[in-house]
């Protein structure tokens, strides 16, 4: 395909920005449309402005579609987009349940385009450079992948959206809480370097899930999944922690273990006997221009529908589940809430147990904290 990819993005607002800004400012793109409830925002006066991702699908013709949506439409929308030979960036979580991820992928099969998901952090060739350097022995033999979130989200957050942290709305699955949105990236990114990627990649999967706020989700969870071929995926995940810290995936070896902090596209390799770790950063590709690539020639897709399978598994079963247990009141302190101020719930201690789950290797119940 020659000239300019014909995009159009749905949800312009909060995160949607961003996706409107990388397609204004690449060299591959011009953005024909938008689609928003609450108005276009600030595009150009050639961009044709929908009330609804629906219409403007059906009435423009595009290459590729960015669907920055509520969780319940990507679905449908993807699904509407792909029939008419349209290209998908879908924002994650990609869908909520395996059958949608089945579906979606016959849909992407049968219509010959693509769906990327955006899970930005997969974009890094840091990834492939961790579990490279898992796979050369320099920390020994795999004792298992953990993943480490501490960060902090107000009661605000949770309020940010008639979807924000609901479990189910009118029937359809949702799953906006720590494990399945905010801190997603954190699970996608660990399952990528341990090599799960179908639905059937995940064999069990035991969810500890806590909430310090008065939400239908989880804000602080545990959860410890077993992989095909024996692996083991044990994730300690919070936004109720008192300050924010870069989430990373840790793997730790019989001889040392590795730390890749995914939000900054570093490796830091902590060998047994070596005083220091040492350090690699790398280059990351943006999801939109990764897309246009696979469009023009053929590329591999850096972050395909396919490969998120297994978080999709584990997002399904967070939602089908039991639900989120409260935090002893006692291990919750209230802060701000002052005029104008956010009020923040944060959990005493949580920073040592989410990194505790992520080294030993259980949840939260195992190791008796919260």
């Keep these: 395909m020659t000239g300019l990819l014909r995009v159009g993005v749905a949800g312009v607002h909060g995160h949607g920005r961003s996706h409107v800004d990388a397609v ?6 011009e953005l024909v449309a938008v689609a928003d409830p609450r108005g276009g925002g600030d595009v150009p006066s050639s961009t044709r402005v929908f009330a609804d991702a629906a219409s403007m699908i059906d009435d423009v013709e595009l290459d590729v579609v960015v669907l920055s949506t509520p969780i319940p439409t990507h679905t449908e929308l993807a699904r509407r987009a792909l029939s008419r030979g349209v290209h998908v960036l879908l924002e994650k979580p990609p869908v909520p349940s ?9 849909a992407s099969d049968a219509a010959s385009r693509s769906v990327q ?8 060739a840091g990834v492939a450079a961790t579990a490279e350097t898992l796979a050369s022995g320099v920390i020994g033999d795999l004792v298992h992948v953990g993943a480490v979130g501490q960060w902090s989200r107000s009661e605000q957050y949770w309020r940010r959206a008639p979807w924000a942290g609901h479990r189910v709305i009118d029937g359809r699955l949702v799953g906006d809480g720590v494990v399945t949105n905010p801190l997603a990236h954190a699970v996608a990114t660990a399952f990528a370097i341990a090599g799960a990627a179908a639905p059937d990649d995940v064999v069990s999967i035991d969810a500890d899930l806590r909430r310090a706020n008065d939400i239908e989700t989880d804000d602080t969870s545990s959860l410890v999944v077993e992989l095909r071929g024996g692996v ?23 001889r040392g273990f590795l730390v890749y902090v995914y939000t900054l596209d570093t490796l830091h390799v902590h060998r047994d006997g070596a005083a220091l770790p040492r350090a690699y950063a790398f280059e990351r590709t943006s999801l939109l221009d990764d897309l246009a690539g696979h469009i023009r020639d053929g590329r591999e897709l850096l972050a395909p529908l396919h490969r998120t399978g297994a978080f999709t598994r584990v997002l399904e079963a967070i939602v089908t589940g039991p639900p989120a247990a409260p935090i002893d009141p006692e291990l919750v302190r209230v802060e701000g809430g002052g005029a104008g101020d956010e009020t923040f719930r944060r959990v005493v201690g949580v920073e040592d147990a989410v990194e505790r789950v992520a080294w030993e290797g259980r949840t939260f119940r195992e190791l008796g904290l919260l």
């Design 232 to 254: 083991r995926v044990a994730a300690g995940l919070a936004v109720t922690a008192a300050r924010r810290r870069e989430p990373y995936v840790l793997v730790r070896g019989t």
């Design 24 to 29: 204004l400012a690449g060299a591959d793109f």
């Design 98 to 106: 395996v059958a949608d991820h089945h579906a979606l992928l016959i």
């Design 117 to 124: 998901v955006g899970f930005q952090s997969l974009g890094s």
